[in-house]
């Protein structure tokens, strides 16, 4: 036999329940937030990213000198030929090529995020040299620009799932707190009603329960119970 693990208390039933029901829903709600929180960020460092490669792209010039990188956050940049070698980069890519996407044939750019063990995450934007820089710069061979930056730290380290997490507990709690306040405030005239009625004997049947204000159900309780007690003490007088 399994022992009764259901609370005995109306109130605790009621705190126990609205406790899981808004733990759900308000754990439904931060998975919700940290995806869209997730995803602008994202969608924002793209932006930037495909914004600083065409306008680097733009400046270059046949005959001269790559462009420095204009400084911002975003510190990562590469020019990679056909062969995947890197003609030119800045000072935090390095000499090994950011990645080996490459956009597909009818999209000329690509975003994406990559992850390593060593370097963690890198969010990175390819872009496909276009024809007309193509065959003016290199004859014709294929280039490929790549800018990115390293993922935020409120993504790539889980904080953001963290406070989400607390938030969820936080609000389930307050939550959970409300309900049990209410409900023992909504319960209290109950409890002085018990304590009346424990009070009242054969002998003295004069006594009557609180009746709380209004028409709520505790208080036509508290009425139908005055009544029943008014027609007792009659019956017990006309009998004695």
Known sequence: ?????????????????????SLVIFAVIGVGLDLAIWTRVHDNIFKETERLASDWIGSLQPGTAYPALPKNRIDL????????????????????????????VDDRIAHTTQCTDQDGCVV??????????????????????????????????????????????????????ATWWVVGRTLRPVAMIRAKTAE?????????????????EIAQLARTANHTLARLEAAVEQQR
């Open 1 to 21: 036999m399994f022992p009764n693990l259901r609370p005995h208390s109306i109130q605790a039933r009621f705190t126990l329940v609205a406790a899981v029901i």
């Open 77 to 104: 940049l590469q020019l990679i030929d056909e062969r995947g070698t890197v003609v030119a980069e800045s000072a935090a890519a390095g000499r090994s090529p950011l990645s080996t996407l490459r956009p597909p």
């Open 124 to 177: 990175l934007t390819a872009i496909r040299v276009p024809p007309l820089e193509t065959r003016v710069l290199w004859q014709g061979r294929q280039h490929f620009v790549y800018a990115g930056m390293a993922e935020p730290r409120l993504l790539s380290t889980y904080e953001l799932e963290l406070l989400t997490g607390a938030g969820v507990l936080v609000a389930a709690a307050l939550a959970a707190w």
């Open 200 to 216: 009242i004997t054969v002998s003295d049947l004069s006594m009557r329960v609180p009746e709380p204000p209004g028409c709520d």
